[in-house]
């Protein structure tokens, strides 16, 4: 019976951590909100459980709702800009992430925006919106009254709409291509490359908790951050080996030294529409990009947020690779 339940577990466990990681944005905290939702499961006496999908989802949840409140009180103290832990997302790590909601609600811009969220509508809101939860369904992982849920749906939507502007679907290789242009303008040093990727009132936001030479505050405005980007890619890359893999569902730019994972640069774009192939007179040019720029940049190389990242590679057995060079 105890290996049958550890197998059962196994099951949801990608599920889980899913929902852990899009409540809380820390890849860590997840880990041991998972962890503690199994400990409490092994205890349960075997065949008392109907649904465990349900019952897992429950504790899980309740978990991170008592975490959310310390966590907030953590960030209150941190040193600079807090950004989320970023995650690899080619496979099942996050859950399901087949539609645009599962996609968007692990994007470091989502989890950002739902740092303004109270936990009840952080959590009504990523049940219904990543994991398709019913809105009585929802009242029954939370133990709340169904009409409540829906306000706290409700007013999640709202607040997530006045933080931001809507968000899209990624295009993947349309993004990807921007990124590899940005990341060969950005090592150059190529200003006027950079800029023409920027948009206008484009933000770079830095997360290394007092690392010496991370910005502290936003870096504001196409001009600014195009000198800030240049200046500190090329001094930061140095000897480290660049790649672009997806993090939390888009490209992002990761950079090695040997096996040590150094920094993860995440640009958040707009308008990206791949046009396909285009043909010039005689000529014919690959993948183009319409009306793509760069809205915003996010950086972490706070090397405790990098752990999970780098133990993810490690797991996949992937070996950096020079890429949009």
Excluded at 43 to 58: D, F, I, Q
Excluded at 182 to 197: H, K
Aim: proline share 6%; with cysteine.
């Amino acid at each position: 019976m105890v290996a049958e339940a550890v197998e059962v577990f196994e099951r949801h466990r990608p599920r889980l951590f899913g929902l852990a990681y899009r409540m809380l944005g820390s890849a860590a905290d997840a880990e041991d909100v998972v962890q503690d939702t199994f400990l409490r499961w092994r205890n349960t006496r075997p065949g008392s459980v109907e649904a465990p999908s349900a019952w897992l989802a429950k504790v899980a949840t309740n978990l991170c709702l008592n975490r959310l409140d310390s966590a907030r009180s953590r960030r209150e103290r941190y040193v600079g800009q807090w950004l989320p832990e970023p995650v690899l997302t080619p496979d099942d790590a996050l859950g399901p992430m087949e539609t645009v909601e599962q996609r968007d609600t692990v994007s470091l811009a989502f989890l950002v925006l739902a740092e303004r969220l109270t936990p009840g509508e952080r959590a009504v809101f990523v049940l219904r919106e990543a994991f398709g939860y019913s809105h009585r369904e929802v009242a029954e992982l939370v133990e709340l009254s169904e009409s409540n849920c829906r306000q706290l749906h409700r007013r999640a939507r709202q607040r997530l709409a006045e933080a931001g502007p809507p968000r899209s679907p990624v295009d993947l290789p349309g993004h990807r291509a921007l990124v590899e242009r940005f990341l060969v303008a950005a090592r150059n040093g190529d200003l006027a490359g950079l800029e023409r990727l920027l948009a206008e009132d484009v933000s770079s936001v830095a997360d290394g908790n007092g690392t010496p030479g991370v910005a502290r505050r936003p870096v504001r405005g196409r001009a600014t951050v195009a000198r800030y980007l240049a200046s500190s890619v090329s001094r930061g890359i140095g000897e480290a080996v660049v790649s672009i893999q997806e993090v939390n569902g888009a490209p992002a730019v990761l950079g090695w030294v040997g096996t040590t994972l150094v920094g993860v640069l995440a640009p958040q774009t707009t308008g990206t529409q791949t046009t396909g192939t285009q043909t010039t007179g005689t000529q014919t040019t690959g993948t183009q990009t319409t009306g793509a720029q760069i809205t915003a940049i996010r950086i972490v190389v706070h090397p405790d947020k990098l752990r999970f990242l780098r133990d993810q590679a490690a797991r996949l057995s992937r070996s950096p690779e020079v890429s949009g060079s």
